[in-house]
Each structure stands twice: as C-alpha cells, then as structure tokens.
C-alpha cells in the first residue's frame, strides 16, 4: 500500500495549527504593546488638561 500520499497531506495539515499559534502569540505582545503605548498617551493628555486648566485659571483672575 502506498502512502506517499500522506506526507503530501500532512504538511498543509501541520501548517495550520503552527500558523494560529504563531498569530495567537503575536496578537498577545502586540496588544501588550498598544495598551502601554494607549496608557502612556492617556497620561500625557491628563497632564496637559490639568495645564490647560490652570492657564484658563489664571487667565480668569488677571480678567477679573
């Protein structure tokens, strides 16, 4: 019986999982990634509020 066939078969087979753990793994680090950079960004905007909100303060003082 010949069963050569099987290799040719088992390659795409053995692709898929491999592919899906290799895609899972990237979305992992990649989404780690984008939610420190988001944190980050979010600080950044908080302090220039917190700026902002004294000038417009102080500005209302020097106007009354």
């Not at 040719?8 to 990634?33: A, E, I, R, V, W």
């Not at 979010?42 to 020097?62: G, M």
């Amino acid at each position: 019986m010949d069963l050569s066939w099987l290799a040719y078969l088992l390659c795409p087979l053995m692709m898929l999982p491999m592919m899906f753990m290799m895609l899972k793994g990237h979305h992992s680090n990649s989404n780690h990634s984008k939610q420190h950079h988001l944190s980050d960004e979010l600080n950044t905007l908080k302090e220039q509020n917190n700026h902002l909100q004294k000038e417009i303060h102080q500005l209302k003082n020097k106007v009354e």
